[in-house]
């Protein structure tokens, strides 16, 4: 079977690996999709030989372990088999996994491109940790990509008026087609309002990834507030202003999840509210690139803006072009 692998930074190749019996207590499931992230970016572009990647799978369960109950060959299934942090090594062609490894069975009315549970069950697990306990609670999310505007569509579910704050006019206009936030600024604009003395918002959630967005979402962060960091901030060290956070004594919480009970039942929850059509966080422009290109979707994470907001690689198909989905060319 065919794995991708690393060869050093921003280099990566197909190799031929060996695909070993299952036992009677695995499942095997041969990958459809796998998400491209960008808490990946950084080790993709700095990694070393024999590095691997992916932690976003979608597939379909090839053959049962005897005695494993639940699942059935022809499962579409998606969830965390190996591990979800980068480096998880998801982009091989098949992966031989236990049960126990939080396997979830897809509804058939939920097209693959809207249920990649992984990145999905990250918004619920960081939006339920937002002190979001009043209706109309003002909230500021900072950083309106992928995971921002699915946070926005969250907290608009929960009762918030959400204000939404991105340097790229794309973004902005994003955060109103797909999350439905109340207002967007850019940062220029924000930064205005702070200047002629704007107090801040209760919560503010941080999904950039850069040590501006969390300068920035701190200073929007008012006295007593939330400040809740949602981007996982790979690479080089984040500095932010303690000083600040003391003297208005802001909760600061990092919402990025690593509790499994709140991965997995944000999960569920995904799956049971899109396929009731409760949350309508679907149709997302996605560009789904073929396995021997997955350095190219790595790079084009950067460039993406105002073409689409989510990268898949397809571990299906071996070549060819990009094909974009709900998106425009």
């Not at 966080?281 to 993406?304: G, H, S, V």
Request: proline share 5%; aromatic share 8%.
């Amino acid at each position: 079977m065919k794995r991708i692998i690393s060869t050093g930074p921003k280099i990566n190749i197909l190799e031929d690996i060996p695909l070993p019996p299952i036992n009677d207590d695995q499942i095997l499931i041969r990958t459809k999709y796998v998400g491209v992230c960008m808490s990946e970016h950084y080790d993709w572009a700095h990694c070393g030989p024999g590095a691997a990647f992916g932690h976003e799978p979608l597939g379909i369960i090839a053959e049962v372990g005897k005695n494993v109950r639940g699942y059935k060959v022809g499962d579409r299934v998606s969830g965390w088999w190996g591990s979800t942090l980068p480096g998880g090594g998801g982009m091989v062609e098949y992966s031989i996994t236990y049960p126990s490894e939080s396997i979830i069975v897809l509804p058939d009315n939920v097209p693959d491109e809207d249920i990649i549970l992984e990145p999905l069950s990250c918004m619920f697990s960081a939006v339920s940790k937002a002190r979001v306990n009043m209706p109309g609670t003002e909230v500021c999310v900072v950083g309106a990509g992928y995971m921002g505007c699915g946070a926005i569509s969250l907290l608009k579910l929960r009762g918030a008026i959400v204000t939404a704050v991105d340097p790229r006019p794309e973004s902005r206009a994003n955060a109103i087609k797909y999350g439905g936030a109340d207002y967007v600024y850019s940062v220029d604009e924000m930064e205005e309002k702070l200047a002629n003395g704007f107090g801040g918002f209760d919560v503010v959630m941080e999904w950039a990834e850069t040590n501006e967005s969390l300068d920035l979402a701190a200073r929007l962060t008012r006295q007593c507030g939330q400040l809740c960091i949602g981007a996982y901030h790979t690479g080089e060290k984040r500095l932010i202003d303690m000083q600040l956070l003391n003297v208005r004594a802001i909760d600061c919480l990092s919402t990025h999840p690593r509790e499994e009970h709140l991965s997995l039942q944000g999960a569920k929850n995904a799956v049971r509210l899109l396929s009731e059509g409760r949350w309508n966080y679907r149709r997302i422009p996605t560009m789904i690139y073929p396995r021997n290109q997955f350095d190219r979707a790595q790079a084009e994470l950067e460039t993406k803006f105002g073409h689409h907001m989510k990268a898949i690689i397809d571990m299906t198909r071996e070549d060819g072009e990009p094909i974009l989905v709900y998106g425009e060319e």
